[in-house]
């Protein structure tokens, strides 16, 4: 993957282009430092996804979003910020995800699967099985039958509408390879997206998810909350 780096702080630069550097699918192209240099780099350089900063001079990098989203092939974009009141606003841009600084090498990765599961064709579809285990047994369940995904120390427990199957793929590995149709709720839970229904939010201010053929309410993490609210509000997703 092709990954330009737009921040106006060096350090915030070298920072991300050292953790990149540990993966061997993905080659820095460039790094600029404000918003009109990104959209001249974005122009001629053609990467795949951006990381960028929100305050920036000049052209901000919301703005700059903006004007991404208009090209005829647009890349990803990754906001990586130190204000975390951003995030509703960077998902409603169609933001991949949302970093704050200073940005970890988990969240990194975990971002750029999901900017990775993004560029694979959409082959998820209808009549999709997950290998699983039963005992001793090797079988399959259908995507369609998956009501939830949870992830404890030693393996992922796939929920479905006949029981409870192991699966030895990880939370991880199950969003890229299937990320048109399951959804991060929390850092331990995938949903099938055309399971969400909505949200309920408790006394206590966590927020659980309601989902279709299961009185179980996952709870939601506030990291992943604004993608959720986005992907209720916007229809077809």
Not at 5 to 23: C, H, Q
Not at 110 to 133: I, K, N, S, V, Y
Not at 153 to 173: F, N, T
Request: glycine share 6%; proline share 5%.
């Amino acid at each position: 993957m092709r990954v330009l780096i737009a921040d106006d702080e060096p350090l915030a630069r070298m920072r991300l282009r050292t953790l990149l550097a540990r993966r061997q699918d993905v080659t820095v192209v460039g790094e600029v430092a404000d918003g009109d240099a990104l959209l001249e780099a974005c122009a001629q350089l053609k990467p795949d996804l951006v990381l960028l900063d929100i305050e920036m001079p000049g052209l901000t990098g919301t703005l700059a979003a903006k004007r991404l989203a208009g090209l005829s092939a647009p890349p990803q974009v990754i906001f990586c910020t130190a204000y975390e009141q951003h995030a509703l606003s960077a998902f409603d841009l169609g933001a991949t995800d949302y970093l704050l600084k200073p940005v970890r090498a988990e969240r990194l990765d975990e971002a750029m699967e999901r900017a990775m599961a993004r560029r694979q064709p959409a082959h998820a579809e209808r009549g999709t099985w997950l290998r699983a285990r039963h005992g001793a047994d090797e079988v399959r369940v259908a995507l369609d039958e998956v009501l939830y995904l949870l992830a404890d120390e030693k393996y992922v427990a796939v929920h479905h509408r006949g029981g409870m199957w192991l699966i030895d793929e990880s939370l991880r590995q199950l969003e890229a390879a299937h990320g048109e149709r399951l959804v991060r709720l929390h850092r331990n839970c995938l949903v099938p997206r055309e399971r969400l229904l909505g949200l309920k939010t408790l006394a206590d201010g966590r927020v659980l998810a309601r989902l279709a053929g299961t009185e179980v309410t996952p709870e939601v993490s506030r990291r992943n909350l604004p993608a959720i609210r986005q992907l209720l509000r916007t229809p077809g997703a």
